[in-house]
T-cell receptor, first 111, second 114 residues
Framework: AQSVTQLGSHVSVSEGALVLLRCNYS??????LFWYVQYPNQGLQLLLKYTSAATLVKGINGFEAEFKKSETSFHLTKPSAHMSDAAEYFCAVGSLGDMRFGAGTRLTVKP | EAQVTQNPRYLITVTGKKLTVTCSQNMNHEYMSWYRQDPGLGLRQIYYSMNVEVTDKGDVPEGYKVSRKEKRNFPLILESPSPNQTSLYFC?????????????FGSGTRLTVV
């Protein structure tokens, strides 16, 4: 079975501060990992994905994530938060069968 | 434009009255899936389909039905809705390679059962 755990249901940062959203996965085979973003009243949009080509993955809007097999982690970061980054973020894993999503982390950005 | 279209966006219904939420994709994707989103629980998969006439249960299938008679359509059927099915529902589609871009999502259907 595969699953993801997102640490922290709410994260609050100041504008310009580092954003760090944590995701740990569990998978019996090499996983594909994804981060999605959901803005209010919208569906989910793909931010970035890991498919074993490179451990550091760059996505849209300045976000990136690093795959660390030894830590079974795929944390999402952005060096400098912007007000427009306020949204809910979901980590997902896909390998055997279909995809599984984490519970989500709501990011608040304070002016 | 490549997209997943689900209708309606909002629906209020009464307990026990059968309803169908439609979903259509124009990307010729093999996989389609239904998720429900509830606060604190993230997205939980209801059913998914690997291709026409091939469907399988997800994590929370009770109280739901699906069918995949055509590749582009994947309707979600609630035969006898109950208040605990009040939720935000998403339809999604992807290619048969999970290492592709993952799922493309529709805009969601907010269902309220009173």
């Amino acid at each position: 079975a595969q699953s993801v755990t997102q640490l922290g249901s709410h994260v609050s940062v100041s504008e310009g501060a580092l954003v760090l959203l944590r995701c740990n996965y569990s998978s019996s085979v090499p996983p594909y990992l994804f981060w999605y973003v959901q803005y209010p009243n919208q569906g989910l949009q793909l931010l970035l994905k890991y498919t074993s080509a490179a451990t550091l993955v760059k996505g849209i809007n300045g976000f990136e994530a690093e795959f660390k097999k030894s830590e079974t982690s795929f944390h999402l970061t952005k060096p400098s938060a912007h007000m427009s980054d306020a949204a809910e973020y979901f980590c997902a894993v896909g390998s055997l069968g279909d995809m599984r999503f984490g519970a989500g982390t709501r990011l608040t950005v304070k002016p | 434009e490549a997209q997943v279209t689900q209708n309606p966006r909002y629906l209020i219904t009464v307990t026990g009255k059968k309803l169908t939420v439609t979903c259509s994709q124009n990307m010729n994707h093999e996989y389609m899936s239904w998720y429900r989103q509830d606060p604190g629980l993230g997205l939980r998969q209801i059913y998914y389909s690997m291709n026409v006439e091939v469907t399988d249960k997800g994590d929370v299938p009770e109280g739901y039905k699906v069918s995949r008679k055509e590749k582009r359509n994947f309707p979600l059927i609630l035969e006898s809705p109950s208040p605990n099915q009040t939720s935000l529902y998403f339809c999604a589609s992807r290619t048969d390679r999970v290492g592709s871009d993952g799922y493309t999502f529709g805009s969601g259907t907010r269902l309220t059962v009173v």
